[in-house]
Each structure stands twice: as structure tokens, then as C-alpha cells.
């Protein structure tokens, strides 16, 4: 930046032109400089990373590429200035216009591309309606990593991209130019030229984005109907949901990107050594693992669950989150109702007069998190606002999504003990941030073993949840707690799985610990985390009529879930769908409101 900054001082000063021209070009040719020294050191690794290591300093490296690059420009422009500076240059203020607008057009149709290849290489197996979702959402509470990526691949990738057409463009101005008054005439013919294959490159960048993000998921997600809602969606509010008389308490936690593949293949993962063996003990000892396989296994991820809230959501409502209101879905967080028309965990548990609690270590308002759980349950909020306002972290500190899961679990504790001193019973959901993707939170106290952080992050996060369970085995209100661990969706970091064989199938990981209840019939099924629903009421104990609710099926129960009912294909296509039953009775509306009541 500084020795940009220092080339746009001296562009400025050196030339001999009027002030805007002189203006015009220096900051031009310096945002350009500084615009492909971070492109080059953003792009080219690599070559990057090869040479701090010989200099074993990336900050040397970094600054003497950008000074190069500032040589080679001032060069450039010092020897070229005579010709494209000092002389007068006349140009239609119609063709002025009209590049502008065709620049434009250049820049949007690159950064549509490029957008849509960057979400897929970095949020990877989500679709069309995670991807709509989280990329429009506020960005309160957001990771600022995530809009560091973005700024450093698909847009940066743009602007250098059409930096590049501007200095082609000036050249050929400069080309068909009189060499004696510099006076730029187009003609009609190039003026449509020029329109025609900016259109074409505009479209054609459009479609490249859209077959990247998959013409039939779009086309599903738009245009498409189904009726699954009005053919198997179960209301809670229309069957028998009756508690036992001694209420069970609810401890679930979701453990971000928890996936069965970071077992070991020996007992049904993809990993040579086991990253999970506390949870892998639990497992075998005296917990219960829904499995899709004979070994310890998990839910099959679907559209609409790919994401933290969506998965939150589908977890305790048994539907996936799925806004199709209208241009605005994308904001939905930002809407005064959170799915004003579904009835959650929360709201059964909060009318059985259950105390309930969301303890998360970020921002509960990114997503609409906190709307949702205040609407549906009236649970208490404890996010980083909370814990920032309350003096459990030093003032402003943050750290990651806010704080890291270390302090969590002791907070965790904290609110335990104080839930089991009241007279009701308790249900304390938690989320973990540390495995979110890229590459995870490490701090001291995370031990090296793998040569992968994300490794390393796991098999801690591991030993922190081993730990919390051991801790709450101990104290007396675990005789009559049921506690359930689950991942929130799979893990969004690619790259990290790249060697995984691709017939090995990826799943969201689930552990039941100290229901009252069990089954035999836990391995080799079909079945997506909008099952949990159900099942999560029925290891408390709660026996519910036709062991169905929502689109979830109690796993506890010898019902087929609709996965299995249905199939795997069938299933997941009608939920890419868009659904008329969702819309009216689920939503009621609700994300249409954004568009009326919103400035967004």
C-alpha cells in the first residue's frame, strides 16, 4: 500500500498535464499497481511461499515484489508519457459514456464468474439455497475471514481483470487516434462492435457462473414444484406428543462441521488415525451413534441443512430452511418472523414448561439465529454480545467467530450448575465455532500431532467435548439428562478432503448419551438430520404418535424415514423444489415482508 501510495505521488507530480488528467492517470496506474501486487501474491502461492523460504521473511518478499512492479510501471510511464500524456486527446463525450457502461457491464459479468467458481471452491457441497442464503446475509457477527476471501479472490480477480481491458481499451484509442490533434472518432459499426461483445462476454461469463453453480438445481430451486409438504409433512400440533411424568432434561450440543469422517476406517471414518477418540468411546461404551452404515456413521447432509443455521433449523423443526419469497430470500434473517408458521424442539419444550438457553461463542444475530430460538421457545440468549455485556470476557475481546470453545464449555458449566438449582426442567443448546472451516481456531493450547491444523483443531475439540461429558457424568442432575451431540452440516473446507476416496460417503455426525430408551435398528439407515427432531424428543423419553413429525422420522422407532421411503434421489429433488404448502403454511409470507418493511 505505502509504496503505492509513494508511485501515485510521483506519477503526479512528474507528469506535465492538467491537473485531472494528471490526477486521472497517477491514481490509475498506482490502484493498478497495488491491484496486482496483491493479486500476484494472492494467486501465485506457490511461488510466493517458495521464495520466503529462501528469504525466511514473506514480508521482504512481498515488498520487494511490489517495488519491482512500481520500476516497472514508472518505466513504462515515463518513457510512454510523451506520447499518451503531453499531447492534447479529444474524445466524443458520447464514447466516454458509452465505455464507462460497457466497462461496467466487463466488471460485472467477470465478477458474476468468478463469484460463482469461488463459492463452490469454498463453500463446496452446499447448494444453490445455502449458497443464496449465507453469501446476502447481514454480515453482523460474520468471520472476517470469509469476506477477506472474497475480497482477495473473485472481486480482486475482477477489478485486475478489468483494469487489464481499460489499458487495452486507452491503446487503441491512442491507435485510431489522429497522431497530430488526437482527436477519437468511432463510427457506428464500432460502437455496435463494441456493444454486441460486451453483451456476449457478459452473458457468456453469466452462464459460466450458472453451470457452475448447476442449471438444474437452479432451475429446481425456481421453477420447479413439490408436494412433499402436502404428502408427508407431519404438524406437531395435529398428533400425540405426550412426556413422561418425570421430565428428562436436554443438553445439544452442536459441534460445528462434526462429520464421521474424521474417525479412523477402522471403525467407519476416512482419516488413518482416529481425530475423535472421545467421541469414539462414547460411542462404543454408552452412547448410541445413528449410523448410514454398519460401522459408526451419520445423517446424509440434504439441500437446505448445508449450513449453520440451516442445519440448526432443520434439526429442530424437522424442514430445511428454505426461503423462496422472492429477490429479497437472501435477507431473510432480516425479517421481523423467523418461519412464523413452524413449530420447533423449542416451542414443544417451552409449552412443557421447559427453562431453555442458547449458549454460542459468536454473534447470535448473523444468520437470524437469535430470532429464531427467541420465536420459537423463548430461550435465553447467551451469544458473545452476552458474555461481552456480562464481564465473562474482557471488554471487546474477540477472537474468531467471537470466543473460542475453550471458554464455551466452561460457561457451560457454569449455566448448568446454575439450571439444575431451579425446579424446572432444562434445556441448554450450545454451538461450537473452533472446527469451522478454514483450517479451524488453534491457539496454545491446541496440540500438534498432524501435519493439517484442521487436525489438529478436531482432535482437540475432541478433547474438550470429551472432557465437558466426563464433568457432567459427575454431577447429579445427569442421572435424569439426556445429552446429544451432532454436527450442524459438513465441513465447507474442500481442500482438506481432497484425498478422501469419492465413494466414501460424507456424513453429519450424531451421538445419543443417556436416553432412556434404545434400538437395534441404528446401523445402515437412510436418513438426513431433519430426523433428529423426532428422535431427540423420543431420548427424552416423549412417545410420539406415528413416530413421525415434520419431515423427520424417530430413528428410535422401525418407521422408514422418507429417505428410505422414498429414496435418496426422489427425497432430495423434491426439496430442491420450491413447495407451495412451505411458502403459505411454513412461512406464512414472512421473507415477503422484507421487501415492504426492509431498506435492504
Known sequence: MLISLGLFFILFFYCRSTFLKRLFFAFFISSFHFTLSTFISSNFTRVVLFLERVSENGTVVRTILSLVLAIIFYAIFRFGSNYW??????????????SLLLILLTFLGFLASNSAYWTKSYFGNVGIDEIFYTLSQPLTGTDQGQIYAYLLGPLLNSIVITQIIIILLYFMIMIRSSKTTR????????????????????????????????????????????????????????ISITFPEDKRNLIYIFVESLETTYLSSAVGGAQQENLMPNITELSYSDGLNFSNQKLLGGA?????????????VGQSTGVPLRVTGGYSENDYGNTEHFMPGITSIGDILHD????????????????????????????????????????????????WWGYEDE???EFAKNTLLEQASLDQPFNLTMLTADTHFPDGYKNENTPEIFDEQLSNVIYYSDQMIGNFIAWIKAQPFYENTTIVIAGD????????????????????????????????????????????FPTTLAALGVQIEGDRIGLGTNL?????????????????????????????????????????????
Open 300 to 312: 446424509i447432509q440434504v439441500p437446505g441443512v448445508g449450513f449453520t443455521v440451516g442445519g440448526m
Open 85 to 98: 500524456l503531453e499531447k492534447p486527446i479529444k474524445i466524443d463525450k458520447k464514447y466516454v459514456a458509452l
Open 352 to 399: 412443557n414448561g421447559y427453562n431453555q438457553i442458547l449458549l454460542l461463542g459468536s454473534d447470535a444475530d448473523f444468520g437470524g439465529r437469535k430470532k429464531f430460538y427467541e420465536q420459537h421457545g423463548d430461550y435465553e440468549i447467551r451469544d458473545y454480545n452476552y458474555a461481552n455485556d456480562h464481564g465473562w470476557i474482557p471488554k471487546d475481546r474477540k477472537v
Open 183 to 238: 482527436i477519437v472518432k468511432f463510427s457506428k459499426k464500432s460502437c455496435f462492435l463494441s456493444i454486441f461483445f460486451t453483451v456476449i462476454l457478459l452473458l457468456a461469463n453469466i452462464v459460466l457462473g450458472l453451470n457452475k453453480l448447476g442449471f438444474n438445481e437452479l432451475k429446481a430451486y425456481f421453477f420447479e414444484k413439490s408436494t412433499i409438504y402436502e404428502d408427508f409433512y407431519v404438524d406437531p400440533n395435529s
Open 489 to 532: 452440516h459438513l465441513n465447507m473446507d474442500q481442500g482438506y478432503f481432497a484425498s478422501i476416496e469419492e465413494t466414501y460417503q460424507r456424513t453429519v455426525f450424531n451421538l445419543f448419551i443417556n436416553s432412556p430408551i434404545t434400538t437395534l435398528n441404528n446401523t445402515e439407515r437412510q436418513f438426513s438430520t431433519l430426523d433428529l
Open 556 to 600: 428410535y422407532s422401525d418407521t422408514n424415514t422418507l429417505m428410505e421411503f422414498l429414496g435418496y434421489e426422489t427425497f432430495t429433488s423434491e426439496l430442491s423444489k420450491n413447495s407451495s404448502f412451505y411458502n403459505k403454511y411454513i412461512m406464512k409470507g414472512s421473507d415477503l415482508t422484507i421487501n415492504t418493511n426492509s431498506n435492504n
Open 407 to 409: 471458554k464455551l464449555f
